[in-house]
Structures are given as C-alpha cells and as structure tokens.
C-alpha cells in the first residue's frame, strides 16, 4: 500500500499524552480535568454510654447451682434473660476461682441460656483470669451496684482531731448524688432506647415501651405505661423509688435489687404502683 493512502487523523489527547516525557514537569494542562473526592466518613461510629448488663455475684463456687438457678430465671422470663449478656462478679468469695472453674461455670451459664461476656472488676488475680478465659475486665462496673456509703469508707481524714467533721463526710456525699436537676424525658422511650438519668432523678411524660430502659441514678417518675425496664438508684441509693401510673415493667430494680414481671402479683399489673427498697427487700404496691 503506497504512502499516498494513508490518511493523517488528528491526534487525540489521553491521559498517557499528558503524562509524556516531552512536557514540562511544571506545565499544567488546561484540557485535563481531574476530580479528586476524598472520603473522609468513618465506617463506624465509637461510642461509651450507660448499658443495662446482669451483674452475676458469686457468693458459692457451686457450679451446677449456679446454672440451675439461672436456667430457672430464663424459663420464668425468657423475654428477659433468654441469650442476656451478663458479667461474672468474684468479688463476693473468699479466693478467686481456678481457670477450670471459671471456664466450667461460663460453660454452664451459656447451657443455662445467658451469655457472659466479662468479669467485674476486682484484684489483680481476677484481671489475670479475664486474660486466661479471653474475656474483657469492666473497670469499677461492681461499684455501680453498691452503697456509696461503702465507696466512702476509706477516710482517715474522719479520725483527725476536729469531731464536728465527722458526721458531715456522708452528708457531702448524699448531696452530690442528688444536687443536680432531674432530667425530663417528654417523649416517649421506645424500644431499643435507654434514658439515663445521672446523679439526679429522672421524669418520663410519656411511655417506656417494651424492650426499653429507664435509668437513674436517683427516683424515676413515669406518667404513663411502663412496659420497660426501670431501675432506680444505679449507683447503690437505696433511698430511691420507682413511680409509674401503670403498670407492666418487664423488669424494676432499686440499688440492683429487682423483679421481673413474673414475679410481681398480677393485681398490680395495669394500676398506678411505687417500688421501693426496705431492709434489702424489694416492695411493690399500689398508688392509692
């Protein structure tokens, strides 16, 4: 084919053109457009907040009647305890329990039907079980669930030599756990949602729906149906109470002291009821 055939196509830029070893490094090229979009968006969002999580004392290291008391709680309510995540507390024995113990006893609770996910925070032996069962530590989650009385006793500053002081050490502490404002919820809480009410009491206007919680630190106030979770006095106020105009909690707890809703007389159910703690036991009754 002679060269008389051949015909001259103009030349079309490519991003290879602009790249060409012949062009100034500097020279920008106007007929180039380049969009560049960086995405700055996280994949996932981190937070901390209150969780409602079963805290398990162990006052006896009996393996089979720990499993067979909580086998019982999850048939009694299954809605409730039913695959429930809960921390393994060893505070309460006399010596922490050997690695084969631990793992028999997570073992049985899961049998049981719950799920334990951690151990409460304790010693430096109960940090080197969490390690060994591959479970995490809940720094001071114990502490929720105990008097503040109890948090406050190591204080030699009560033995110096000024006895008017004495007696007031507690009262500083009681006004700090209620100085603050309530918190007022206007809307209802819904499933799946937690409202927490820290260091004061905490005020519903609506409902707490089913599978709902209401936390506080002191009293909780409900104005309409409780078909949640209360619990009142989560970090150990025994002075605390549970109010609501009716009645049918899945779950109240006053210092960590609950009942579920089967254990509650079916007469108060749908009423207006208090709850309230009395030398350890949990009372309920109707609001006349």
Request: glycine share 8%.
């Amino acid at each position: 084919m002679g060269s008389r055939h051949l015909r001259r196509c103009p030349a079309r830029r490519t991003l290879a053109a602009a790249a060409a070893p012949g062009r100034a490094a500097g020279a920008p090229d106007r007929n180039l457009r380049v969009s560049a979009v960086v995405d700055y968006a996280q994949a996932g969002e981190l937070k901390f907040g209150q969780v409602g999580i079963a805290n398990l004392r162990v006052r006896t290291l009996d393996v089979a009647q720990l499993a067979a008391e909580m086998r019982d709680r999850v048939q009694r309510a299954p809605n409730l305890f039913a695959r429930a995540a809960v921390v393994l507390d060893f505070g309460g024995l006399s010596q922490v329990p050997a690695v084969e113990e631990a793992r028999t006893l997570v073992d049985g609770l899961r049998d049981a039907g719950v799920l334990p996910v951690a151990l409460a925070y304790g010693t430096k032996e109960i940090e080197a079980l969490s390690q060994q069962l591959g479970l995490p530590l809940l720094a001071k989650f114990r502490a929720q669930y105990e008097p503040a009385t109890q948090a406050a006793t190591p204080a030699p500053a009560a033995v110096e030599p000024a006895p008017a002081k004495t007696p007031s050490a507690p009262a500083a502490t009681k006004q700090a756990t209620s100085a603050g404002p309530g918190l007022m919820q206007t809307s209802p809480v819904r499933s799946g949602q937690q409202v927490y009410a820290e260091n004061r009491d905490l005020t519903v206007l609506s409902a707490v729906g089913a599978g709902a919680e209401a936390i506080a630190d002191g009293s909780i106030h409900i104005y309409g149906a409780l078909r949640g979770r209360a619990l009142a006095g989560a970090q150990g106020n025994e002075e605390a109470r549970i109010f609501c105009r009716e009645f049918h909690a899945e779950l109240v707890a006053v210092a960590g002291h609950y009942k579920v809703l089967e254990d509650i007389p079916a007469e108060l159910r749908g009423k207006p009821v208090q709850v309230w703690l009395e030398k350890g036991q949990l009372k309920l009754a109707a609001l006349d």
